[in-house]
């Protein structure tokens, strides 16, 4: 088992900036990618970002260039910088990491956090 507490999310005016973290605990050896999604009410849930254990990152196109994913494999900890926000960033934002045998992938979420960008 995983588990994993966000921290870091509020309001914001657009163009201002947030910095998201996940701190994950428990069966972390096993954790392959750390990522953030995202979801506003009536939409599914979007992949904004994603940091692979040797620091490979992949972003959606909607925050290329705005939001950077890094994480510190010591303090099993993934972080968000988002700058540059934008009202259509607000949602709720949650992580994710999983863990992969050779039959099952096994996802855990974060309890999601608030980030809402005025205009």
């Known amino acids: 088992q995983v588990q994993l507490v966000e921290s870091g999310g509020g309001l914001v005016q657009a163009g201002g900036s947030l910095r998201l973290s996940c701190a994950a605990s428990?069966?972390?050896?096993?954790?392959?990618?750390m990522s953030w999604y995202r979801q506003t009410p009536g939409k599914q849930r979007e992949l904004v970002a994603s940091?692979?254990?040797?620091?490979?990152?992949n972003y959606a196109d909607s925050v290329k260039g705005r939001f950077a994913i890094s994480r510190d494999n010591a303090k099993n900890t993934v972080y968000l910088q988002m700058n540059s926000l934008k009202p259509e960033d607000t949602a709720v934002y949650y992580c994710?990491?999983?863990?992969?045998?050779?039959?099952?992938?096994?996802?855990?979420w974060g309890q999601g956090t608030q980030v809402t960008v005025s205009s």
């Open positions: 940091i692979t254990r040797g620091g490979n990152t």
């Open positions: 428990g069966r972390v050896s096993a954790i392959n990618d």
């Open positions: 994710n990491v999983y863990t992969k045998t050779i039959l099952t992938r096994k996802d855990y």
